[in-house]
């Protein structure tokens, strides 16, 4: 979506946050960074290109990462960031990283900003690297990109790369699954209602419900897309309809 470096580097940060113990898909997950070996392995799962050395893991490292990892989870929480005095989250990020120009590896433009960290201790080189693709989206006003999965129980941070802002669930589960299903069922539950009260008196509908499928349901099943393609299209539409309910409430909370 942006460039090579950003990408990666938002990626990461999500990982990061992500790897605090917590809910992921309805399942407790530990804190992947209690020890410097845990950090060790979260550095060397990391795309070579980031240039964060596992070598580097050291007990008081590990304890400086940890509160990046807050601080990153801050911003997350926050997304998107509309207003000057959320800017401090990132500001904080970028306290002395500096910057210097390099050529881009891919993209539109023959040459592209590096960040400075402030020393190469793998905590700054985290930090200015995280938070120069921060300052990236911020001035593209691109916050919303970072997200909590909008799954049932869960807590995993996303950044969503896709061009049509379609990604809302995280990939430690199946949380878009089961986010499918409820809206489904929820379908089916608001179908059988409406035809209670207007179908009064038909055996069906005035029967308590069994574990046999309504006429309704085989009928929305038949209904169902069954291409590839159609069933892309139904939960684009899906996604769409999510995202605008849940704009709608964070403005309603403001
Ligand atoms: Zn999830």
């Known amino acids: 979506m942006f460039n090579a470096e950003v990408n990666r580097a938002l990626i990461s940060a999500a990982d990061l946050i992500n790897t605090a113990g917590g809910l992921k898909s309805a399942k407790t997950t530990p804190d992947v960074l209690d020890s410097v070996e845990g950090l060790k392995a979260f550095l060397a799962q990391r795309e070579p290109e980031l240039e964060w050395p596992s070598s ?20 997350w929480q926050s997304a998107p960031i509309t207003k000057p005095e959320e800017l401090a989250l990132i500001n904080d990020l970028l306290e002395g990283v500096g910057t ?12 592209r900003e590096r960040p400075i960290p402030v020393s190469d201790q793998i905590s700054d080189l985290i930090t200015a690297t995280v938070a120069a693709a921060l300052a990236h989206l911020v001035t593209r006003d691109e916050t919303s990109r970072l997200r909590i999965c909008r799954g049932d129980d869960c807590e995993a941070a996303i ?28 379908r089916q539950a608001a179908k059988r209602n409406g035809r209670t009260n207007d179908a009064a008196g038909s055996p069906e509908s005035s029967a308590p419900r069994l574990t046999k499928p309504s006429a309704a349901e085989k009928a929305d099943q038949l209904n169902r897309p069954t291409s590839a393609s159609a069933i892309a299209a139904k939960e684009f539409r899906d996604r769409m309809r999510a995202e605008l309910m849940d704009k709608r409430q964070k403005k309603a909370k403001k």
Not at 56 to 74: D, G, M
């Open 56 to 75: 580097k893991a050291t007990r008081k490292q590990l304890e400086k990462v940890r509160e990046l990892r807050e601080a990153l989870h801050r911003v």
């Open 100 to 111: 210097r120009l390099v050529p881009a590896e891919e993209g539109e433009t023959a040459f």
């Open 159 to 186: 950044v969503d790369l896709t061009r049509n802002r379609s990604k809302l669930f995280c990939d430690y589960g199946n949380c878009a699954n089961r986010a499918h299903v409820r809206a489904y069922r929820a």
